[in-house]
């Protein structure tokens, strides 16, 4: 696993921001000035790559790729595999990503500009397509899988793991780097900002996120990237791997009604199928990691799914949004992360910034402070625009 | 502009720009063999050459160019067409 979060830059940073509560939301003037309704959003420095990578790998890789090349060295690393090792085997990469806004904007302002694509050069086609942490990755780490980049909105990153876990458990690939990577600049999230979907709480940056409390008024943009090498349980054993996890199941759905407002059947509908596909039933889950952004209409919907499916059990929920802000893209496959560091360490991180539940996520269990609990198995939410659902369950590995 | 400068222009264009190795500027070098300077890293030198010296490359008329002595030439009689 690896991972560049706006509450860290690698697994031991993030694992400590988590279990301190610790928030990576920013007020940034930049954007008021641009006539944002929300300055709002979580920051981490851009990573300094010209020493690190040539110009030819640099010149097509925007700064979500960058992000990501930094969450896949992380992962390599604790995954124990090397150049040499990728140059040996058919390892695949399957990342989350949606969007790349700032090498569309700033191409084609040079050609207003310029009047002349000649002067465009020739990094912008690569770092311009959704596919572009997909694309740069492979042939940074010289991959010779399967190869592409998936988009579903804010469900991206959980997507792409679930289908990489399906192409492992048919056989078809032995290791897949999956993950998911978001930008963080204005020109992506300008659009949405235009939704009135973004907490304005501007006079309190770290209380802005504030999913499942009463009085939150929408969600705070975020980004980064998160890599995990997800690999079958045989070539893990051969190669003496540090197991994490082990992604037990993958449900999706789809709301088939509006593309922005969420609704309750879809989200159970996906939580149903990946517990099916683990097969086990609602009582095994010890923890559910929400999609939870911090609007109303969201939070809400997701609350009564969860209370609909596990009413009875009323494991712990948290949504680490509360802390990194809505990281989009990335987000499905960052929470598989946090939630496995929280799972190996025997704690759940809080929920924080919730004061005063509303009647619907007064019924669920939230923690609100940090628990030390030792637990087995987690579910991980996400969903997106168009109604999109990804839902994952992921075991601890116990040798 | 003197053709000294030109080079001196170019040779460092080469190295800031396309982070080509400074002791690997040669005249005699080749541009693609040599220095490694692939189709796209081409593109960026149009843009790289427009940029520095006004004044815009044509695809064509580089298929001629093979070595750093061509290309310094090439810029050159653009620059200093008499």
Known sequence: ?399 | MQNEDIIKTINRLLVDEIEIDEEQIIPSAELKHDLGIDSLDFVDLFVIIENNFGLKMKAEEMAEVKTLQDFYNYIIQRVNPN
């Open chain 1, 1 to 399: 696993m690896g991972i560049y979060s706006v509450i860290g830059k690698n697994l031991e940073e993030v694992k400590d921001s988590l279990y301190h509560g610790r928030s990576g939301i920013i007020f940034d003037p930049v954007r008021k000035g641009m006539g944002f309704r929300s300055a709002l959003t979580g920051m981490v420095e851009r990573p300094a790559l010209k020493s690190v990578l040539d110009r030819r790998m640099r010149v097509g890789l925007p700064v979500q790729g960058e992000y990501a090349y930094m969450a896949t060295m992380e992962a390599l690393k604790t995954a124990g595999i090397d150049q040499s090792f990728l140059d040996k085997h058919e390892v695949g990469i399957l990342y989350g990503n949606d969007s790349s806004a700032v090498p569309v904007v700033d191409s084609v302002n040079i050609l207003r500009t310029k009047k002349d694509t000649m002067m465009i050069g020739s990094g912008y086609i690569f770092q311009s397509m959704n596919s572009t942490v997909s694309m740069n990755l492979s042939v940074i780490f010289k991959l010779k899988g399967i190869n592409f980049t998936v988009s579903g909105a804010c469900a991206s990153g959980s997507h792409a793991i679930g289908i990489g876990y399906l192409m492992i458990r048919q056989g078809l690939q032995q290791m897949i780097i999956c993950g998911g990577a978001q930008e963080i600049n204005p020109e992506s999230t300008a659009s949405f900002d235009a939704l009135n979907a973004f907490s304005v709480r501007e006079s309190e940056p770290t209380r802005a996120s504030r999913p499942f409390d009463r009085d939150r008024d929408g969600l705070v943009p975020s980004g980064g990237a998160a890599t995990i090498i997800l690999e079958s349980y045989e070539s893990a054993m051969k190669r003496g791997a540090t197991i994490y996890g082990e992604v037990a199941g993958y449900g999706f759905s789809s709301n088939g009604e509006h593309i922005s407002l969420p609704n309750v059947d879809g989200p159970a509908r996906a939580m149903e199928m990946s517990l099916k596909q683990a097969g086990i039933g609602s009582e095994y889950i010890d923890y559910i990691n929400a999609h939870a952004t911090s609007t109303p209409a969201g939070d809400s919907n997701e609350a009564m799914a969860i209370d609909l499916l596990f009413g009875k059990t009323r494991p712990l929920v948290t949504s680490t949004k509360s802390m990194t802000g809505h990281e989009m893209w990335m987000g499905g496959a960052s929470e598989i992360i946090y939630s496995v560091l929280m799972m190996n360490n025997s704690f759940i991180a809080p929920n924080i910034n919730l004061e005063n539940p509303d009647q619907d996520s007064a019924r669920l269990n939230i923690a609100t402070a940090t628990v030390e609990k030792d637990f087995q198995i987690f579910l991980s939410n996400s969903f997106g625009f168009g109604g999109t659902n990804s839902s994952l369950i992921v075991k601890k590995y116990t040798p």
